[in-house]
DNA sequence: CATGAATGAGTGTTCATTCAT
DNA sequence: CATGAATGAACACTCATTCAT
């Protein structure tokens, strides 16, 4: 492409342009993992230049204080998979129990089991002491992955899967258990022995049951219940 | 009077006691509120004298440190319910979905509609900080729940009325909404618009529901699905 | 003790309130010396503390902060002289060659000869970057100053002691001098070998000399013309 | 055009030699400027060299540190008219009244009215910090402009227009009101409303009034009084 | 027992200075 | 020669903790 011929790989500008991006992720990432690891107060801005390479002063070069730090780094794991996953919800043609099972399977493998999944701990934990920042978060993020589920089980009610029911809170029971998952991952199961560990694909399995069938007797899943299966557990 | 004689002004043994308790209790309640406001680092030792109407110097007459103060607030708000709550599961003898119905309306009037409901936050904000008191929360709280909410489960699968299921992480699935909807309140509910209000009884009465039968079109609830009725909605 | 009865070791109330005054008293002397010295920006807060006899944070117990410590120290030494050097004037009998002396006098005995004479200096260097302390400097210092010095040039005029002129700058013909004095006192003269100093007594003497008579040789000055004594050099 | 032919742009050495002189030089206005307003510590390196349009990089290939620059700029502006009022003093063959005037009158044009004139205000408040440049200042300002006043008035005693005096506080009685004069132009004029403004021919002419003939009224200037007229009040 | 003045280690932030490109 | 990214020493300010009264 004649274009790129122009900014050849040796050219000063790209190689700037590059750096104007690597830095800040850089920092972004030690940031995230020490704002989740201890909070946003006890996270000295040092410690994060430090983790990330550089030293404390270059971390004011790309970010105007530490509060500044902290809103980039929930914004920035905010971009979102809600275009793709809307995308993906649009074309399915499975059943709506497939679907939900899905659903939960794409949120372990982008969400849960990657950095991303700090930030609901993040959120919870300061949304408080910032709450320009809460409603940022519940605006770009809770809305939108509200929206995605409801349309779920709209669509699984219309055709006649699932029976009808309260909407919004039924979006709260697909929700909560994630949430709480990734929270515990990264509060008690951080800080702890092992042995309170929560296995993923047990606990998101038992979730996909549960929402399908609830623990009552009677309503047994039938044989080809989606059986699901995370890909890796993670890290 | 005759209360009053029992504990006899001149009597000064007796009213340093009282005090002993009186004022460390106000100070917790101080303390619970603001750790669970602003979290443990932003919230200032200062500002929980003033609250508690006592002087910066009297906190450190009952606390010998504020993390100290905080591991006392922690540990004060988990007394727990637990020998009740046990007794109450001894002598049941409704249906087991009966019994699940009355504990989410118990954890409500005990735990989700009180103070206590801010503890959860604070563990998962803080545990990570503060392994011991992790360490101490599973101990006390995590476990000893979660054994009750598996004997029932155990119960109902005893009895036919569920059916067989991992019990652990059974368990999470009754836990996982009510710990979830106390963080929520807690946080994005307590710092933006009321729209992002949770309606408990809905939301309780949703989980009962998902809990029993889930969302499958097939599994719907019998007419004599278990009614829940919380008696109030909170302070 | 008789002394000590007055103040009554035992009264915590009256030593409480003498402290009050006291300590705030003793920074703002070390912060006018040091602001004087080195200018506001070069003075460090742990240098004015220290020089107080205090720690860094008791200087923050008093003044919210630098700029306010900084604003404390002009205000201060402002309090001023106006209300005396007016009755002065309104109950002044004597020629107005012999208030003009008198004038200059008191200046330095009340402001040249004591830390006041800092100020100015002070003003001079930091009002473009304290606007809103060269207008309170202005409205506070310069005008009632400048008002006091025109009322003895109108007296002169009406009582045909001096000749007709424009007041307002007039006014700065006795104080131009007197300030350049202070000035030159808190920078060259301070910083230098001792051959820069200027001696009050002849400064001051040469400018009455100049202000009354003026240089030319028809104009000399009569046999009893006002002579300035000044009663010490001080510091 | 022949003045162009002599820095022929290929002659490389040329080049380099205008680039030395014309980069520090507007770099040093650009600094002057900014020391002036806000004083050396307040005053930033790197917006004198954006002022100068250069980096902040390039600030330092001509300065080794702000404190050079610093002095540079105190040096540069201090090169002096005074080989040239040397000069005109020699030549001078009218009164010494007229003298003192065009004395004044020469010092607006070339100090007062142009930056130089921020100067005195920089030394003011800085020779504390910096007595090295107290003393450049000191021996090639004060003195040699000292001496030239002082030539002037030892002129007019020797000539009988003056009266006998101090010749060194006689001296500080023309240069006290002008330095204030330029001090007060940088600092409580350039901070405030513009009623404070001092208008340099009134001031100056009251000036030589005074200097020649006094306030008292017996003084009165002759018809012939040296009339002072600036030739534009700057800027 | 209660106070609040005093402390000083610790933190976020700035800015002169360096140096690889 | 010019740049601007990177540095780290230095500073204003905070706040848990102490202790004399």
Known sequence: MPFDAFTHPTDANA??????????GELLAAALDLFVEKGYAATRVEEVATRAGVSKGTLFLYFPSKEELFKSVVREH?????????EEIEQFDGSSQDMLR???QSWWEHIGATKASGIPKLMMSEARNFPELGA???????Q????LVARILQRGITRGEFRPMDLEYGVYMVLAPLLFLSMWMHSLEA?????TRIEPEKYLSTQLDMLL???SAGSTAPDDTPHLKLEQSTQ
Chains 1, 2, 3, 4 share one sequence.
Not at 136 to 142: L, N, S
Not at 144 to 147: E, F, I, L, M, V
Not at 191 to 195: A, H, I, L, Q, S
């Open 15 to 24: 190689r700037r342009a590059r750096r104007k991006d690597a830095r800040p």
């Open 78 to 86: 905010i971009s979102g998979h809600f275009a793709t996953w809307s």
């Open 102 to 104: 899905d659903c939960l």
């Open 136 to 142: 940022f978060y519940r605006q770009e993020v809770v």
């Open 144 to 147: 939108p992955g509200s929206a």
């Open 191 to 195: 800080c702890g022995d092992p042995t």
């Open 213 to 215: 069938y609830g623990f």
